[in-house]
């Protein structure tokens, strides 16, 4: 079992950065795939970015590429989402997830078993 808690969350003008954070309790995370997610008012729930148990290999949606990076601490049990160059279009709830599961198609929601309470990012144009 795994727990995870978001925060960092905030209002932030676009253009603007913001820098969330995952505490993760119970396990070492250096078992899980972890990821972030987002959903906005009216969507569904969609893939941010990803890396790998080691921290070696990361995946990202194609438009925050460049503008968001996500990094794990091991020893901490923690793991971040840096986010430069914010856009209105980034606004919503983000969730923290840890997978189980080796590394392939960590894009995919339904491999991550644990789940945080998200924290909500919104972007101001």
């Known amino acids: 079992q795994v727990q995870l808690v978001e925060s960092g969350g905030g209002l932030v003008q676009a253009g603007g950065s913001l820098k969330l954070s995952c505490a993760a309790s119970?396990?070492?995370?250096?078992?899980?795939?972890m990821g972030w997610f987002r959903q906005a008012p009216g969507k569904e729930r969609e893939f941010v970015a990803a890396?790998?148990?080691?921290?070696?290999?990361?995946s990202y949606l194609d438009s925050v590429k460049g503008r968001f990076t996500i990094s794990k601490d091991n020893a901490k049990y923690m793991v971040y989402l840096q986010m430069n160059s914010l856009k209105p279009e980034d606004t919503a709830v983000y969730y923290c997830?840890?997978?189980?599961?080796?590394?392939?198609?960590?894009?995919?929601?339904?491999?991550?078993?644990?789940w945080g309470q998200g924290t909500q990012v919104t972007v101001s144009s």
């Open positions: 997830a840890a997978s189980p599961l080796l590394w392939g198609a960590p894009m995919k929601a339904l491999r991550y078993d644990y």
């Open positions: 119970g396990r070492t995370l250096s078992n899980y795939v």
């Open positions: 890396v790998s148990r080691s921290g070696t290999m990361t």
